[in-house]
């Protein structure tokens, strides 16, 4: 008997009660929220990256907190060193600005 994989849905709901204040307009608060949000989404999800993303993905609309971070790091991707996030987090955000019709980054 193994432990069965969280479904995206489940990641989603893991993560919306682990999200972070963001605070009132506060940019340091959201990239934080962000960084540390798609770590643990990579983190749950394990090896399979395709799950991770699509939890972001559902975890946006959920919770706005979470899409407005996602927003920011988004808008701000060329400031942002490559270090400081998790692959998820720089592919979620480059979906975001696609989306959004902002310009994406190259890692």
């Known amino acids: 008997m193994g432990t069965e994989k969280p479904s995206a849905l489940d990641i989603a709901a893991i993560l919306r009660n682990e999200m972070p204040s963001i605070g009132f307009f506060s940019k340091s608060k959201r990239l934080s929220a962000y ?3 798609t770590a643990r989404a990579e983190e749950l999800a394990g ?3 395709a799950q991770a993303m699509e939890a972001l993905d559902l ?3 959920l919770s706005k907190p979470f899409h407005i971070s996602a927003l920011v790091v988004a808008m701000n991707m060329e400031r942002i060193p490559t ?3 998790s692959l998820v987090g720089w592919d979620y955000a480059n979906l975001v ?3 959004s019709r902002l310009p994406a980054s190259e890692l």
């Open 35 to 37: 960084f540390f949000i």
């Open 47 to 49: 090896a399979d990256k």
């Open 59 to 61: 975890l946006s609309y």
């Open 83 to 85: 270090g400081s996030m």
């Open 97 to 99: 600005a696609d989306k």
